[in-house]
C-alpha cells in the first residue's frame, strides 16, 4: 500500500513540474494485492463412500473390506449391520454418515459373498456374487502405494458396449475414484485399478506403478465380481437388468451333492441291470442230453415216490 | 386356458383314468387321458372335487373350441425370461453422470498394450490359463498408466512422488520385509533346485564319457591282439603297428593316470579311515601266510627235471610220453603198410 502511495506522490511532483493539471489519475478500483487470494478449486467433489458389511462375514472377506478401507480415503466405515435387518436401512445409515455411494458386502451362509454397490438416495444399484478374493496382505503381491493416493482407474473396452456394463462402469468410476484434493489423499500417482471383463464377470486388480514407462506390481487386493442384477433403486426397485449366466452358489451346491448321490444310485441301479441282463443258462442246452438220466428210487420226492421203488 | 400347451405323448392303456382328484389346483401338471367326451360320460361314477368341476369346465370349453385333442396334455413351463432393461439403463445412466472433469474421475478404456515380442500371446484367449489371463490384466494397466501419466503431466500435474516425501504406506514396514524375504528364499529355492539339475545332467554326462572310454580301451587291446596273432602266424611280418599304436596309448594311459589319479572314493575312504595305516609287523609271516600256495606256479617251480629225478619211478613209467615200439614190431607195421 505504501509502495503505490509513494508512487503516486511523486508523479504528482512531475505533475506539479510541468504545472499542468491532470490530477485525475484513474486508480484500479482495487489494488492486486488487496484481493482476496485467488481460491483454489480444492476438493469440491464431496463423495464419500460407505464401506461396511453384515454380521458374519467370513476372516477373508472382512480382510477385502479393509483393504478397500485402506485404499478409498473417501470412505466411511459403519459398524457390521444385523442380517434381519430390511436392505432399505441401508440408504438411511448412508443419509446419517453423509454418504452418497454405498459398497455393502452380504455374507450368506458363513460362506457366500455378495456386494452391493449403490448411489445412495436415488439408485441405481448393482448386486453382485464376489469370487476368487485375493486380499492385500498375501506375500505373493509385491507392490505398494502410498496410502490414499488417487488411483488411475482403467476398463475394458467391452464396458462401453452394452448398457449394463456402462452403468457399471459410471457407477464403479463415482465410487472407487478419489476425489481431488480430498484431505486424506495424496498428492501422487502410484497406483492403478483394473477393471476387466472376461467370461461373463468383472475382475478387479490392483497395480503400482513402478515406473511411468508401464512396469508394474501388483499390491491387492484381487477378486472377481460376478454381476447379479442391477436395480434402478438403491437396494431394491425395479430390475433393470438381470444376468441369464449367473448361478447361485446353492444351486451349484446342489448339482455336486446330486452328482454324489447320483454315483450311488448308479452303482445300485448298475447291479441290478447285471442281474437282469444275465442269462438263465449261459449256453445252448441240448434237451435230449437228460433224455437218460434216471432219479433213483432212494431220491425220489413227492408223488413220484409211489412211481418208483427198488425191486429187491 | 393360456398355460395349457398341448403335448401329445403316446396313449397309455387305452381309457383308463387316473385319479384326477388326487391332484390339486396349483399343481397343475396335469394328465388327462381320454378324450373330454369320456370324461363328461363317465361323472356319474366318479366324484369329482368342486375345483375339479371347474377344471372340467375350463376343460370343456377348451374342447368346444378345439384347442384339446386325445391323448396326454402336459402343461409346460415357459423358459425363464431375463429382463435387460435398455432404455432404463440408458436412462438411469444418464441421470447417474454428474459431469466432472476427468482429473476428478480419471477414469479410461484401453485396450490392453501390445504383447511384449517373442511372448506367446495370441490365439484364443482361455479364461482358465491364469498366467496368460493375468497378463492380459497386466497389459491393459500397462496402457492406462502410459496414457493416463501423459494426460496428467498435459494438465500440469506432478505424477511422480519425489524421493524424500515420505508418508504412511498402504502396506505396513514390516509387511513388505516378510515380502522381501519371501522372495529371496524363493529366488534361492530356485537357485538350488537348478544346481541339482545341472549336477543330475552333468553326473548322466560324466557317466555316458566313461562308458565310452572304457568301450575304446577294449577295442583298442582287441584290435592289438588280433595284430599280435596276425604277426605270430607269420601274416605280417612288420611290428609297425606296436610303433603306431604305441605312443597315442602312452598318452591315453598318461591321461588316464591323471584322470585315476582323483579317484574321490578313495580319498575319502583315506579321509575316514586314515591313510597307510601301521607298517609295523604287516610283513611278518603268518600261518596264513605260509599256506598261501597261490604265487607257486608249477611251470616254473615244477620242472620236468626234477621231476624225473624227484618222482618215484613207477609213476614216471605210467605218465611218461609214449615209447617207441621194438625192431621187429616197426618192421612189421611197415610190412602192413606196404
Not at chain 1, 448386486?127 to 485375493?134: I, Q, T
Request: aromatic share 8%; with cysteine.
Amino acid at each position: 500500500m505504501a509502495k503505490r502511495k509513494r508512487v503516486i506522490e511523486s508523479t504528482h511532483v512531475r505533475d506539479g513540474k510541468r504545472k499542468v493539471v491532470e490530477e485525475t489519475v484513474v486508480l484500479p478500483p482495487v489494488i492486486s494485492s488487496d484481493e482476496p487470494p485467488k481460491k483454489q478449486p480444492k476438493w469440491t467433489n464431496r463423495e464419500r463412500v460407505l464401506v461396511f458389511s453384515s454380521r458374519g462375514i467370513s476372516y477373508r472377506a472382512r480382510y477385502l473390506m479393509n483393504d478397500l478401507r485402506a485404499l478409498m480415503p473417501h470412505s466411511k466405515q459403519e459398524s457390521k449391520m444385523a442380517k434381519k435387518d430390511q436392505l432399505y436401512v441401508i440408504n438411511e445409515i448412508c443419509e446419517m454418515k453423509n454418504c452418497g455411494k454405498c459398497l455393502y458386502f452380504e455374507a450368506k451362509k458363513k460362506q457366500d459373498l455378495y456386494m452391493w454397490i449403490s448411489n445412495c438416495p436415488s439408485g441405481p444399484s448393482g448386486k453382485f456374487l464376489v469370487e476368487n478374493v485375493h486380499t492385500m496382505n498375501e506375500l505373493k503381491m509385491t507392490g505398494n502405494c502410498l496410502k490414499g493416493s488417487r488411483p488411475l482407474l482403467s476398463f475394458d473396452p467391452m464396458f462401453d458396449q452394452e448398457p449394463h456394463w456402462s452403468l457399471l462402469k459410471e457407477l464403479f468410476v463415482q465410487t472407487f475414484g478419489t476425489p481431488n484434493f480430498h484431505p486424506k489423499s495424496q498428492p501422487f500417482f502410484d497406483h492403478v485399478f483394473t477393471f476387466s471383463i472376461v467370461d461373463n464377470r468383472i475382475w478387479f486388480r490392483n497395480y503400482q506403478i513402478l515406473e511411468e514407462d508401464g512396469s508394474l506390481a501388483e499390491i491387492g487386493p484381487r477378486f472377481v465380481l460376478n454381476p447379479i442384477r442391477v436395480f434402478a433403486g438403491s437396494f431394491g426397485g425395479t430390475t433393470l437388468y438381470e444376468n441369464p449366466k449367473y448361478r447361485s452358489p446353492n444351486e451349484l451346491r446342489r448339482e455336486v451333492h446330486k452328482r454324489f448321490a447320483q454315483k450311488y444310485v448308479s452303482r445300485v441301479q448298475a447291479k441290478k441291470s447285471l442281474e437282469e441282463r444275465k442269462p438263465d443258462e449261459p449256453y445252448k442246452r441240448d434237451p435230449t442230453d437228460d433224455v437218460f438220466l434216471t432219479i433213483r428210487p432212494e431220491d425220489t420226492t413227492g408223488k413220484a415216490k409211489n412211481t418208483s421203488y427198488r425191486n429187491s | 386356458m393360456e398355460w395349457l400347451c398341448k403335448l401329445r405323448v403316446s396313449r397309455s392303456g387305452g381309457n383308463s383314468l387316473p385319479d384326477v382328484s388326487m391332484l390339486t389346483r396349483p399343481l397343475w401338471i396335469l394328465y388327462i387321458i381320454t378324450s373330454l367326451a369320456f370324461l363328461l360320460l363317465s361323472s356319474k361314477d366318479v366324484h369329482y372335487s368342486c375345483s375339479m368341476m371347474e377344471l372340467t369346465d375350463e376343460l370343456q370349453l377348451a374342447f368346444a373350441e378345439g384347442r384339446l385333442s386325445d391323448g396326454l396334455n402336459v402343461q409346460l413351463v415357459a423358459p425363464k425370461t431375463f429382463t435387460n432393461h435398455v432404455e432404463g439403463l440408458k436412462a438411469k445412466l444418464a441421470e447417474l453422470k454428474n459431469g466432472l472433469g476427468w482429473l476428478e474421475r480419471l477414469d479410461l478404456t484401453n485396450e490392453p498394450a501390445p504383447a511384449q515380442p517373442g511372448t506367446d500371446m495370441v490365439g484364443d484367449e482361455d479364461i482358465h490359463d491364469d498366467f496368460k489371463r493375468e497378463l492380459t490384466f497386466y497389459r491393459q494397466a500397462q496402457a492406462t498408466v502410459l496414457q493416463g501419466i501423459q494426460q496428467l503431466q498435459k494438465l500440469g500435474v506432478k505424477t511422480k512422488r519425489p524421493e524424500d516425501y515420505f508418508a504412511q504406506m498402504a502396506k505396513s514396514d514390516d509387511h513388505m520385509k516378510m515380502v522381501r524375504q519371501k522372495l529371496l528364499e524363493k529366488q534361492v529355492s530356485m537357485e538350488m533346485s537348478e544346481k541339482a539339475k545341472k549336477m543330475r545332467e552333468l553326473r548322466k554326462y560324466g557317466k555316458k564319457v566313461q562308458h565310452e572310454v572304457l568301450q575304446k580301451r577294449q577295442k583298442e587291446k582287441r584290435e592289438m591282439m588280433d595284430a599280435v596273432k596276425k604277426y605270430r602266424k607269420g601274416q605280417k611280418d612288420k611290428l609297425d603297428f606296436l610303433d603306431d599304436k604305441g605312443p597315442p596309448n602312452k598318452k591315453q594311459k598318461t591321461g588316464q593316470k591323471q584322470e585315476f589319479h582323483v579317484n574321490k572314493k578313495r580319498e575319502f575312504k583315506n579321509q575316514k579311515f586314515g591313510f597307510g595305516g601301521q607298517k609295523k609287523r604287516s610283513k611278518m609271516n603268518t600261518a596264513k601266510s605260509s599256506a598261501d600256495m597261490s604265487d607257486f606256479n608249477p611251470s616254473v617251480h615244477q620242472t620236468k627235471h626234477s621231476y624225473k629225478s624227484g618222482g618215484k619211478k613207477s609213476n614216471a613209467k605210467k605218465k611218461g610220453p609214449a615209447k617207441r615200439p621194438g625192431k621187429s614190431k616197426r618192421q612189421n607195421m611197415k610190412s602192413r603198410k606196404r
